[in-house]
């Protein structure tokens, strides 16, 4: 294998496995705790309700998006922001996210790892969409 295939190799690995934990994380706002339980826990950490809808979009959307491989170096940044406001809010309970509550740990390499794919971008193994790759150009 080339170094290229290997890079290739790792962009997909990381989205894919992102992706399906975003889709995850998302899907569990909206079926577990459901979306007036996940405003009122924005709430109660003193966050506008509305942030409860817009990190259910971009965890739903961003993980879609990131799975397919479009944009998703713009995509990866406001889901860096969303991982950090996990890690503040997950601060008060300890390092482990084992701890009742999380901990901080999980969400702050999650942070890290999509900086790796926003400095990586999509790789070989992604769908192409001309429109989005000429607008975007190397953010793409």
């Known amino acids: 294998m080339t170094t290229q295939s290997n890079t290739d190799l790792a962009a997909l690995a990381l989205r894919l496995s992102s992706g399906v934990l975003f889709l995850a994380h998302g899907w569990m706002k909206v079926s577990l705790f459901t979306i007036p339980g996940t405003v009122a826990f924005f709430e109660s950490l ?23 491989g479009v944009a998703v170096r713009l995509v990866s940044l406001p889901l860096i922001a969303i991982l950090l406001g996990s890690v503040w809010a997950h601060a008060g309970f300890g390092w482990t996210f084992s701890n ?14 999509q900086g790796v794919i926003a400095l990586l971008g999509a790789g070989a193994y992604a769908l192409r969409l001309p429109v989005i790759d000429r607008a975007l150009g190397k953010f793409a």
């Not at 509550?101 to 942070?111: D, K, N, V």
């Open 46 to 68: 003193g966050l506008p309700g509305f942030f409860a809808y817009l990190t259910i979009l971009a965890e739903l959307g961003g993980g879609l998006l990131l799975i397919a």
């Open 100 to 113: 009742e509550g999380g901990g901080w740990e999980f969400p702050l390499f999650w942070a890290v790892v």
